[in-house]
């Protein structure tokens, strides 16, 4: 068989899956947003609307939140979107088998769940990222320069917390899942730089250092850098580099991780 | 006749995760080959190897040597392709619970890239012969075992297989449901379909196959039409007689002297003749009966099963 017939036909199954996906999320569609969004918005209406009127919280702290906000929807979704179907998959009822029969290689069939937890997590930050707006009212810079660093970082966040997801789906057992969420997803969340730019730790030295260990943290200074550049925020090239490294860490490791619970 | 499936001494071994246990070899360099529009069997118990060779042959397993080729393809080196040729209903339910019945086929035609007007049609006409178009539009989770079955059956043939393998595909149905898919997949080979079974019933193999492998241990025992095989089981053959008196004993000589009869067994007034072979055994008997004035109430042949042929070639029993 000629090359560009091979391409054509994965092309062909890659597509035909992602549009199974697709058509089995939009049916879940209300559920899904009411998952993604409700705890965002309620810690948003808490800590950036209530909180400052009462004076316990100061006015300006709304901007170092809502990037925080963002990327902590984002991401989680993503990781999601990809961890949670995979427990269920590899765990008990072992329907994944149906999409490893399309043609196509099990890398691609990995990969087309990551490109999946993308899409879940550019739909979350859709729906977060006015209604945080709307409460918090943060003044955002509109340049270009930081829309080009809105897209890359959201890209670049999205994917690599749903190859983490693909990870902690393949490792983690279905009886262990609740251990996942205490105690791992909990420490990431309240480690990662979402309600307080990595900048500030600087009071706490030994913390500041030990969170870089925990990619969230780049997510969410990324955030900083796209949306209050005038804000402190970790440098460019140190986020970049974070980002795109975590990532291709765990996209090689899901994926290996994938192969490896996918054939016997 | 065109080879489909070439199968040369593959091996596959289980190791251990930790440094604990044992290793399993569940296949143990089995070799067979099979022509276009056969049906060919995988006879054995639980756990001989049958799940392993389909797994391997459906790119499922990776084996630990030899080689398996499909059309020619080496299924551990381009499993891409191979998965184009084949059609695969395995063991477990692994429909897409998200998805209505239609909607099954119709993602899994998809994935193949059959046209979307050809598979909408090969959607429909599928669930019509498998009688279920009245479920059409319901998500399988309340679907019973003989129609999960029906329906996997219709996903593997959605894209037009070259070769369609089913795993014990008719385990854990009722009698009617498998008399059903008996007769689905006998016409489906007689419209010239390749299919690869497993079974660990002997009738299911006895009617389906056009020939069979028994296996055992990830070794393979045997390898036949069905009537040969039986035919190889030594005084596999029964002749069962009812007689209206108690058994004489010169009656019981004469019938141990009949050519083929390898063992003669009494109790109370039946007797039971063993024998290799049963052309004109019957007959013979049934002389020798009229010469020793012994009345005999009811006769009858019984076939050797390929559960006694399990028993002859591996020293036990089938359902152990």
Redesign the interface.
């Known amino acids: ?1 000629p090359l560009w017939q ?1 391409i054509l ?2 092309m ?2 890659f597509i ?2 992602l ?2 996906d697709l ?2 999320a939009r ?1 879940e569609l209300v559920s899904f947003l009411l998952r993604v969004a409700l705890n965002p918005l309620m810690f948003t209406f808490i800590f950036g609307f209530v909180m400052p009127r009462m004076g316990i919280i100061q006015r300006g702290y709304t901007d170092m939140l809502l990037p925080g906000i963002l990327g902590l929807s984002m991401t989680l979704s993503s990781m999601q979107a990809v961890s949670l179907p995979l427990v269920i998959d590899f765990g008990w ?13 099990i890398a691609g069939v990995g990969i087309e769940k990551i490109i999946v937890g993308v899409v879940q997590a550019i739909i979350a930050g859709a729906v977060v990222m006015p209604l945080a707006w709307l409460l918090m009212r943060v003044h955002l810079d509109l340049s270009w320069i930081s829309a080009v660093h809105f897209v890359l970082v959201a890209l670049l966040s999205s994917w690599l917390f749903a190859a983490f997801g693909m990870v902690m789906g393949t490792i983690v057992p279905p009886q262990q899942i609740s251990l996942l969420f205490t105690l791992l997803l909990a420490p990431m969340i309240f480690f990662g730089c979402a309600y307080y730019p990595w900048a500030t730790l600087h009071v706490i030295p030994w913390f500041q250092y030990a969170v870089l260990v925990n990619p969230l943290v780049y997510a969410n200074e990324g955030f900083r850098l796209a949306l209050t550049p005038g804000m402190p925020h970790m440098s460019m090239p140190a986020i970049y580099a974070a980002l795109i490294g975590f990532s291709a860490l765990f996209t090689w490791l899901g994926l290996r991780k994938f192969e490896a619970r ?3 | 006749m065109e080879t489909v499936i070439a199968v040369e001494d593959l091996k596959k071994t289980y190791r251990p995760k930790g440094r604990k246990g044992v290793e399993v070899k569940a296949l143990d360099g089995i070799s067979f080959e099979f022509s276009r529009g056969e049906f060919f069997g995988l006879l054995g118990p639980n756990g001989a190897g049958k799940t392993t060779t389909i797994g391997i042959l459906t790119t499922r397993v990776i084996p630990s040597g030899g080689a398996a080729k499909i059309e020619g393809v080496d299924v551990a080196r381009d499993p891409v392709a191979v998965k184009r040729r084949i059609g695969v209903v395995p063991q477990v339910n692994n429909l897409d619970r998200s998805l209505t019945a239609k909607e099954i086929l119709l993602f899994h035609a998809e994935y193949f890239g059959v046209p979307r007007h050809e598979r909408e049609q090969q959607a429909d006409d599928l669930l019509k012969r498998f009688e279920l178009s009245d479920r059409a539009d319901e998500k399988v989770n309340g679907f019973s075992g003989g129609m999960v079955q029906r329906l996997k059956i219709a996903r593997a043939l959605m894209h037009n297989p070259a070769i369609l393998f089913l795993d014990e595909p008719t385990t854990g149905l009722d009698p009617q449901s498998r008399r059903m898919m008996w007769e689905l997949l006998m016409e489906l080979n007689q419209k010239g379909l390749t299919i690869l079974l497993t079974t660990h019933y002997m009738e299911e193999a006895d009617q389906l196959c056009g020939r069979a492998a028994i296996i055992d241990h990830g070794k393979l025992l045997a390898l036949d039409s069905p009537a040969q095989l039986k035919r190889s089981v030594p005084g596999g053959y029964l002749v069962e007689l009812q007689v209206r008196s108690d058994v004489p004993q010169p009656f019981v000589s004469a019938l141990q002297s009949l050519p083929g009869v390898v063992d003669v067994k009494t109790e109370n007034n039946r007797v039971r003749v063993y024998a290799d072979h049963a052309e004109g055994l019957l007959a013979s008997a049934m002389r020798a009966a009229a010469d020793q004035d012994v009345m005999i109430t009811d006769a009858h042949v019984a076939e050797p099963s390929l559960e006694n042929l399990f028993l002859h070639l591996t020293g036990r029993s089938l359902r152990e």
């Open positions: 068989m091979i036909l994965t062909t199954a035909a899956l549009h199974r058509r089995v049916r009822s072992k329907e994944i088998e149906d999409r490893l029969l399309a043609p196509i290689s996918a054939l016997d």
